[in-house]
């Protein structure tokens, strides 16, 4: 037999299958093992992604050394998708593999030096743990290492780490018959209390065992000492079990949440074409497009169980699911022991642990962030992802995939349909809908029947301000005193992005902005201009207003800090939770805020983006947008799509239940259209009118795009390479097809590097796929030299 693996080393002289011999006494091998085998002087992990009988190859095969799990922890379902996502996003498929896997087992190496001679063996360095080459600092011992690598009495191995541990607790089993224990019992000396203790108990539980340590400890005095002491004395014999980490035992049953709501005709109508699909296996995408509080969650739940009564699996994905620990509750209490999450607050070992109860098939619904879309889940029947338009399912660095790409791929994998929901869909997939590639849903109404929430503008050029306050205009803190009075409660949203610093007049309102492009210009400290990220153009950082030659320009930044002490000064005594980066970094410190908000035990939730979608609170009436422009000018073709977004789902959090909402959005622009329209939510208005700007602008969905960039320690490298590829790559594309750049990234320093971007846009190229493989091999032979090209398809920001 013989194995075709991908190693682990991502370069390109690597990115390729790897044939080794399988010796017969290794076992079974299998399509997604992980395996060991002999690469040079090294040993390495790699992934069977084939098995064959024959090879092509001329001399002798090596030997694989090992495989390291009894299962295969990748299905061959995956090892395919892996092919076909590296070929999408220019990635090595060595890289991809390990993404799908938990983080904690991603192997870890470890250069040590071992002994390579008998005189060497005896050396004092070689006493103990092996030597760990990365630890040594004291120079005087490098010299010694030095010395025995040139005289061959040493030398270099890697060790692999696995750092993935299983959980796991004692099981005690009883080995005599009861008349053994009773005469033991006996023979025991008066004041060998503890062990009589034992033995009396495990006499009277004869019939109960095996028990657990745990079940043990919780009904007598008896400790590990006394368990370990009868084994030693051969009373009892004990067993390991493995256990798994249970990350949702505080999810537990809450009775308003598994009452049985009844459907109203908008969900039962989705439903009438989303569950044939699932019995008929059909891939079909479906858009679901609800407004806020319209009940998708509802629809995505039955949709669940319709897929668990034919027998399938389901799959559900929201974004980094810490936002919305009211959904896992929710899926929770309707699937219960059949559910397994995924995503980033949970601990690596419990990661591990739902990972594998998904790989041995002992869960039937997953849900999880953006990396639950690798989950190993087998016979999937249906696919949800939540939220649809979340910039966040795109991963930013290597390997660059979508989900929602990824999920498609499943879908059709598995014949099973995929919903896309959304109550501000991405204008690609809305696009998508529209020309019948996707099925669109609607869910124009809210659940409860209660209308939604009406948005008053603050315009900030004219607002009054109490004494001393900045942020919150004196409307503002008005309608919070009036929603306090009434015992009702209010999400306040500083909407800070990115790195974003723009300028802006505090005298007029001006923002300024390209000319060539109707895209603000970006500050850069180091070059000390104003640039636009699409074209290039760049002018000096203004002392003044270059519309009205005032001096109260301002390059925009509060923050939530400030927001707080001012909220503290002007409303003494109200009780206001902070939710942002700083304030969620602990495990389970997102969850412990939401439900502390939600007992009342505060009136005010401050925070960033991050509580601005999902969050479903019953008793807030009011919704407060600080400062709606922060996003406004982001030097991105989506940058009004994304406020529109914003801005309308956090309007969504208000008036939920049965009291009516309210929304104030404070702004410097209460001109600009997508502020304008986030006032009606009314996305169909919003889709139209983008997509004429979209038209106008040759952005996508009309075009697609690719962005390359190059970054180099030097800055003329990284802008050479980036023109020498341009000039290269122009004239192979289509005449439509239009090539901007190369520019300066908006971070135009990056730890050390400069980077260049070019950024392609067209409507068709067959070969553009081929060409951007090549430019990746050649930039792998610069790397040498200090350049890197990352190519980003698709990608969410330009900047
Ligand atoms: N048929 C129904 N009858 C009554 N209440 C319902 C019904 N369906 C859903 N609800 C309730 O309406 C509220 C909003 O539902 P849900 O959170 O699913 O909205 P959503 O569409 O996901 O909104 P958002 O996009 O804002 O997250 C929930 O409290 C839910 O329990
Ligand atoms: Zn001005
Ligand atoms: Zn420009």
């Not at 971070?747 to 430019?775: G, M, P, T």
């Amino acid at each position: 037999m013989i194995a075709q693996v991908i190693v682990d080393v991502a370069a390109k002289q690597t990115d390729r299958v790897f044939e080794y011999h399988v010796p017969k006494e290794l076992g079974k091998v299998e399509i997604g093992s992980r395996v060991f085998v002999p690469f040079g002087p090294r040993k390495l992990q790699g992934f069977v992604v084939g098995l064959n009988t024959t090879s092509q190859y001329q001399g002798k095969l090596k030997d694989l050394l090992l495989v390291v799990d009894e299962m295969p922890p990748l299905t061959s379902e995956l090892v395919k998708l892996s092919k076909d996502l590296a070929d999408n996003i220019y990635s090595y498929r060595i890289s991809i593999l390990k993404t799908m896997l938990p983080r904690i087992m991603r192997a870890n190496y470890r250069k040590i030096l071992v002994p390579n001679s008998a005189k060497a063996q005896k050396m004092s360095l070689f006493q103990g743990d092996p030597l760990d080459l990365t630890k040594i600092t004291d120079i005087k011992q490098i010299a010694a290492i030095r010395q025995l690598l040139r005289s061959n009495d040493a030398k270099v191995e890697y060790l692999v780490e696995n750092k993935a541990r299983v959980k796991t607790e004692n099981e005690y089993y009883l080995c005599k018959t009861k008349k053994e224990y009773v005469s033991i019992y006996e023979s025991l000396r008066a004041n060998a209390v503890k062990q009589k203790q034992l033995i009396m108990y495990l006499i009277e539980n004869f019939n109960h065992f095996p028990l657990m340590q745990s079940q043990i400890e919780n009904n007598t005095h008896l400790n590990t000492v006394s368990l370990t002491n009868a084994v030693k004395k051969g009373w009892l014999n004990k067993k390991q079990i493995e256990k798994y980490r249970d990350p949702l035992s505080d999810y537990s049953r809450k009775k308003n949440l598994s009452k049985k709501i009844k459907l109203n005709k908008d969900q039962k109508e989705a439903l009438n074409h989303i569950v044939p699909a699932i019995k008929v296996k059909k891939p079909r995408i479906f858009l679901l497009e609800g407004v806020t509080g319209s009940g998708k969650t509802e629809v995505y739940l039955n949709a669940i169980s319709a897929t668990l009564k034919e027998g399938r699996n389901a799959l559900m994905m929201v974004p980094e699911i810490s936002l919305t620990p009211q959904m896992v509750a929710q899926v929770k209490s309707r699937f219960g022991q059949q559910v397994a999450v995924l995503h980033s607050g949970l601990s690596e070992g419990e990661v591990y642990d739902e990972w594998r109860r998904i790989r041995r098939n002992e869960v039937r619904v997953v849900v999880g962030a953006r990396s639950a879309v690798f989950a190993p889940l087998e016979n999937i029947g249906l696919i949800v992802i939540d939220e649809e338009h979340e910039s966040s399912y795109k991963q930013e660095d290597n390997p660059r995939y979508h989900a929602r790409d990824v999920a498609i791929w499943r879908s059709k994998y598995h014949y099973c349909p995929l919903i896309l929901g959304s109550a501000t869909p991405s204008l690609g997939s809305r696009a998508r809908a529209q020309k019948g590639v996707y099925q669109l849903l609607r869910l124009p109404h809210r659940a409860n029947k209660q209308s939604l929430p009406q948005v008053d503008i603050v315009d900030l050029k004219k607002a009054n301000y109490t004494a001393g306050q900045v942020d919150l205009s004196t409307e503002m803190v008005n309608a919070i005193k009036q929603r306090i009075a009434k015992n009702e409660q209010v999400i306040l949203m500083l909407n800070r992005r990115g790195f974003a610093n723009f300028m802006l007049c505090r005298e007029c309102g001006y923002v300024m902005k390209c000319p060539n492009c109707d895209l603000s210009l970006t500050m850069h400290k180091d070059t000390n201009k104003m640039q636009c990220h699409y074209c290039g153009y760049a002018t000096a950082i203004p002392e003044k207003c270059p519309n009205c030659q005032s001096k109260k320009i301002r390059f925009l930044g509060t923050g939530t800090q400030k927001v707080m002490t001012e909220l503290n000064q002007l409303l003494p005594g109200t009780r206001v939770l902070r939710m942002d980066v700083d304030t969620t970094r602990r495990k389970g410190a997102f969850k412990k805020i939401l439900d502390a908000f939600g007992n009342h035990e505060a009136d005010i939730l401050l925070g960033t983006q991050m509580i601005a979608k999902g969050l479903d609170f019953p008793n807030v009436t009011l919704v407060g947008v600080v400062n709606a422009d922060t996003g406004l000018w982001l030097p991105d073709y989506n940058a009004s799509e994304r406020t529109f977004e914003l801005l309308t789902q956090v309007a969504g959090r208000a008036g939920r239940a049965q009291k009516k909402g309210e929304v104030i959005i404070q702004t410097f622009n209460p001109g600009h259209d997508a502020v304008k329209l986030a006032k009606t939510q009314d996305y169909e208005r919003f889709y139209q009118y983008e997509m004429r700007v979209r038209h106008a602008g040759n952005y996508p969905p009309y075009f697609y795009t690719v962005l390359v960039s190059v970054a180099a320690k030097k800055e003329q490298n990284a802008a050479r390479e980036a023109f020498k590829i341009k000039k290269w790559l122009q004239p192979k594309l289509h005449q439509s097809t239009i090539v901007l750049g190369p520019t300066p990234s908006a971070i135009s320093r990056l730890k050390n590097k400069y980077y260049y971007q070019i950024l392609v846009k067209y409507k068709k190229e067959d070969n553009l796929n081929q060409l951007l493989h090549q430019i990746q091999d050649s930039a792998q032979k610069m790397k040498k030299y200090g350049l890197t090209v990352y190519i980003d398809n698709e990608p969410e920001r330009i900047m």
